[in-house]
């Protein structure tokens, strides 16, 4: 290792060792102001998250830079671009803290007393010591250690499940309390992502330490050099499957407003197993390509293309998460409204494919007119992630006039939010794919 990288993976590990620590402080501390309903110190927790992205803007301009102009290798690679998933995981676990916080002064803004038999502490206890024992396990390159807090999440995600539960038992039966039970169950909902953020962190220390790829639990094969395939005919692919799997999503709603739970189950199981062979494709070309492989791009632009493509199939699989919380009945127009505005944003996925096509042609062959027609597509996909926008926003004032319990607005504001993550990492990758043909 020459001196000049060892210096920057030196200041990469001290920098991302302070996001750690200050992330888990902001966890810790807004668990606390939440069950102590404590303004003070919520307020804290939120002023804290401009040092996490002040952080997170910091490590990734020394990553981008120690790839670019030092060329690191092997576990030196795999731990600059590990590091670059973990500060957005942890900026995420910041952005988490700050959202439970937020429910202290809405909570202590309401008139009535929460009576709720419901508990969160154990849930929180079981999430942070998730976090915290995913900062040892780094701090000591304990791959042993991940893999058992990578085993936890279940657990966690078992506690969400009765918390909500019981709350909505609880809303139905006492109309006053809906919403402070919407806040708690946006509590629940955030400490099982901190668990699930903490489980990512698991997985990329076994990757640093062991260059092994655990997400699913299962050893890709090593390909040998005259087995591996095209580059981007593996992007084209994994594209397919993502569309593939927003394609199924408006006869998933569909079945939702008819409130046809078994045909719901059934495109759902579908889907997921759609997302879940995308993911491993996505797992394999980023654990075969670092070594040694010359591309025709910067792997690193490809291993963000790849993450944000692979980000649409990850909505899907969260509108249909969302879906199985709670059965609401929403009016025919209104629900017709929805489901056009997920057809839209599907439809925008699909340019991901001939976008793909149209830079392996030009990245290959140098064809300009395959450039231009790129360029066509992303600008494209922009005009269509800003009109999604805009149908969403005229679909959240037709939701906010409703007269209907809190709860239901709630949930149908979430669901849209869900919907429009598709259109809106579609155009995350088309802006990567955009810069990497710029390059080329």
């Known amino acids: 290792m020459s001196i000049l990288v060892e210096r920057d993976l030196m200041e990469i590990r001290n920098h991302l060792l302070e996001m750690c620590h200050l992330v888990v402080e902001m966890v810790r501390s807004a668990v606390v102001a939440f069950e102590r309903r404590d303004p003070e110190l919520a307020r804290r927790v939120i002023e804290q998250d401009t040092r996490i992205d002040e952080l997170d803007l910091k490590i990734d301009q ?42 202290v002064p809405r909570l202590l803004s309401l008139p009535q007393v929460f009576t709720c038999p419901v508990d969160l502490s154990e849930m929180a206890r079981k999430a942070l010591r998730m976090l915290e024992e995913v900062i040892n396990a780094f701090v000591a390159r304990d791959a042993q250690k991940a893999r058992e807090i990578k085993s936890w999440d279940d657990e966690v995600d078992r506690y969400k499940k009765i918390v909500i539960e019981r709350m909505v038992e609880c809303m139905e039966r006492k109309p006053e309390v809906v919403r402070a039970g919407v806040e708690y169950i946006i509590v629940a909902q955030n400490l099982e992502r901190v668990a699930d953020l903490a489980t990512n962190m698991a997985e990329e220390i076994i990757y640093i330490v062991e260059g092994k790829l655990v997400k699913h639990e299962e050893v890709i094969p090593e390909l040998k050099p005259a087995e591996r395939p095209d580059l981007f005919e593996l992007l084209e692919k994994h594209a397919r499957l993502v569309i593939e799997c927003t394609e199924r999503l408006p006869l998933a709603l569909e079945a939702y407003f008819q409130q046809n739970t078994g045909r719901l189950r059934e495109i759902s199981e579908d889907i997921i197993a759609i997302e879940r062979e995308a993911d491993r494709l996505k797992q394999n070309i980023r654990g075969h390509l670092p070594y040694g492989l010359i591309t025709p791009v910067d792997k690193f632009e490809l291993f963000l293309f790849l993450k944000e493509q692979d980000a649409v199939a990850d909505a899907a699989e969260d509108i249909l998460k969302w879906l199985t919380f709670k059965q609401v009945r929403v009016p025919e127009d209104l629900a017709r409204e929805i489901l056009r505005l997920l057809e839209e944003n599907v439809k925008t996925a699909e340019y991901l494919v001939p976008l793909v096509e149209k830079a392996k042609v030009y990245i290959e062959r140098g064809d300009d007119i395959s450039r231009q027609d790129a360029k066509e597509i992303v600008r494209n996909i922009r005009k269509r992630e800003h009109e999604n926008d805009l149908l969403a926003t005229e679909i959240k004032r037709r939701i906010f006039t409703l007269d209907e319990d809190f709860f239901k607005v709630y949930f149908l504001l979430k669901l849209l939010e869900y919907i429009c993550e598709i259109s809106g990492r579609t155009e995350n990758a088309a802006d990567l794919m955009r810069a990497m043909i710029a390059k080329a």
């Open 62 to 103: 020394i990553c981008l830079e120690t790839i670019a102009l030092k060329h690191p290798v092997a576990s030196d690679l795999r731990f600059v671009v590990s590091t670059l998933d973990m500060i957005r995981d942890l900026e995420r676990l910041g952005d988490q803290a700050v959202n439970i916080a937020e429910r």
